[in-house]
């Protein structure tokens, strides 16, 4: 499913911009993602230039950001985005990343972690083959879109405040 890597490079892409952006954002914390809370003094010294030093604080945050798990992933990126998704969008979103861990790393077939990321939103029980239909594909295009979409729009939205 590589549809859902490239929506995830939006929101990895998305919330670098953000940050650099506005570097205030940085401080936004959710609980359960391991943010970075200081900096060696060697990364301080070496530095070529605050914007550097910002920059390199800012992927440290990302690399952790993507380690969440996905629902801490969708909340850090609403409160730093200042887009408001649906629940049933972004249900929709960590099911579609599930089904795609699942077929990347797990033959396709249904594990308990599948089970635990998809929530009610769980397409198969444990041990078994997660269905891939034409629609469900569509559905998850339809989604995939529709949660950009939207994200854009929020973040242009409160970028003019």
Same mark, same amino acid.
Request: aromatic share 8%; charged share 25%.
């Given at each position: 499913?590589?549809?859902?890597?490239?929506?995830?490079?939006?929101?990895?892409?998305?919330?670098?911009?953000?940050?650099?952006?506005? @570097?205030?954002?940085?401080? =936004?914390?959710?609980?359960?993602?391991?943010?970075?809370?200081?900096?060696?003094?060697?990364?301080?010294?070496?530095?070529?230039?605050?914007?550097?030093?910002?920059?390199?604080?800012?992927?440290? @945050?990302?690399?952790?950001?993507?380690?969440?798990?996905?629902?801490?992933?969708?909340?850090?990126?609403? =409160?730093? =985005?200042?887009?408001?998704?649906?629940?049933?969008?972004?249900?929709?979103?960590?099911?579609?990343?599930?089904?795609?861990?699942?077929? *990347?790393?797990?033959?396709? *077939?249904?594990?308990?972690?599948?089970?635990?990321?998809?929530?009610?939103?769980?397409?198969?029980?444990?041990?078994?083959?997660?269905?891939? =239909?034409?629609?469900?594909?569509?559905?998850?295009?339809?989604?995939?879109?529709?949660?950009?979409?939207?994200?854009?729009?929020?973040?242009?939205?409160?970028?003019?405040?």
């Amino acid at each position: 499913m590589y549809s859902v890597a490239q929506v995830e490079a939006f929101v990895g892409d998305i919330l670098f911009e953000l940050l650099r952006y506005d @570097n205030r954002r940085l401080k =936004t914390h959710v609980k359960g993602i391991d943010h970075t809370a200081k900096i060696d003094v060697s990364e301080l010294i070496d530095a070529a230039s605050r914007e550097h030093l910002i920059e390199g604080v800012i992927r440290k @945050n990302l690399d952790l950001f993507f380690y969440a798990a996905p629902s801490l992933q969708m909340q850090y990126f609403q =409160t730093v =985005t200042g887009a408001k998704l649906s629940e049933d969008l972004v249900g929709k979103w960590i099911e579609l990343k599930a089904t795609r861990d699942i077929i *990347v790393h797990n033959s396709g *077939v249904a594990n308990s972690k599948y089970l635990e990321k998809a929530g009610k939103l769980a397409r198969a029980q444990d041990g078994e083959a997660l269905p891939i =239909t034409d629609r469900y594909f569509a559905d998850a295009i339809s989604s995939m879109k529709s949660l950009v979409g939207k994200a854009t729009s929020a973040i242009q939205v409160d970028l003019k405040k």
